[in-house]
């Protein structure tokens, strides 16, 4: 009877989960493929469908270009963050222990995680103007400070699962570090390696706030801002709005159903030590 009922609530729960999960997606997809005249209600599924929305959305909210400094500001995250993050956790960890430091490092990581971005934001906008770092160029180098902390302190619980051993060997073969990390350290790191890479992804191509704050010329915003265009002062064209909200999610959706199991395991990666 207890297996029957375990059966029973988990059944409930997944089916809860999945409505919860799926109810937001179908609105907005059913919302983006209608016409005007057909909102009265909302969770109805269109009587005529318009495809068209897609395109007028391209147009309006010059998709190609957003696109594509949406797309450089994620690139550039990306490159340098993978291997930066990666190499500051490594002599972190392998040197915390000796060095005060590398400690002291460590727990100032820790404490720049908890600090709200709402406290540093007049800061942030005054030093990033009187640096010219209110481009592309310059909230790309933001993101990848701003994600410095979160991502090495993910590269850490997983270098310290790394058997020290490894890096011993390599080095009475004659390795130096920086020839160990790259030959004998950072191919074991591949799972936290594909999560803080999507992570970041998701975090820089979603990110609302710091454009929003920074990006004042028109021709470099992303993706994100350009959504305002549907709002006038008096209206609001949701089916246009829905449609682009559609296009702009499409990349995430995609990388996130492909990519999940590496998000699972990198983040259980060096959480239990052996």
Known sequence: MTNKRNWLVSALLMLGVIIFILTPLYMVFVIAI??????????????????????????????????????????????????????????????????????????YFLSAMFIPFSVIMLPLVIQASRFNLDNIWGISFLYIIFGLPMNCFLYSGAIKSLPISLEEAAMIDGAG??????????????????????????????????????????????????????????????????????????PVLIVYVFAQKFIMSGVVSGSVKE
């Open 34 to 107: 209608k016409d005007p005249s057909d909102m009265v209600n909302v969770l109805s599924f269109p009587k005529q469908i318009r495809l068209e929305n897609f395109v007028d959305a391209w147009v309006k909210t010059d998709f190609p270009r957003k696109f594509a400094n949406t797309a450089i500001i994620t690139i550039i995250n990306l490159i340098f963050t993978l291997p930066l993050t990666s190499f500051t956790a490594y002599a972190i960890v392998r040197n915390r222990d000796k060095s005060k430091f590398f400690k002291y490092v460590y727990y």
């Open 177 to 250: 570090v920086l020839q160990t990390f790259c030959i004998v350290v950072y191919p074991l790191l591949k799972p936290i390696t594909a999560t803080v890479a999507i992570l970041s992804f998701m975090w820089t191509w979603n990110d609302f706030t710091m454009p929003l704050i920074l990006l004042t010329d028109e021709s470099q915003q992303t993706l994100q801002l350009a959504q305002y265009v549907f709002k006038s002062q008096f209206s609001v064209d949701y089916n246009l709005a829905f449609a682009s909200y559609t296009m702009v999610l499409a």
